[in-house]
């Protein structure tokens, strides 16, 4: 099966950075090493996920 997004149009829009929180930093990112995913590392604090997007309009921010 082909994925949807390989049928899509290019949007433009790429994502610059991801930064993670989290109050069991610690954990979360032994959970996202056991993943493999060994790029982001997660600081500690209070929940929140914020991305850097480039868009054709300019870059945008998102926060949760």
Do not use: F
């Amino acid at each position: 099966d082909t994925h949807p997004t390989q049928s899509m149009p290019a949007s433009g829009v790429t994502l610059h950075s991801l930064h993670i929180q989290h109050p069991q930093a610690d954990t979360l990112c032994a959970a996202c090493r056991s993943l493999g995913w060994n790029a982001q590392p997660v600081a500690a604090g209070a929940p929140r996920l914020s991305a850097v997007l480039h868009t054709p309009k300019g870059p945008i921010e998102i926060h949760t």
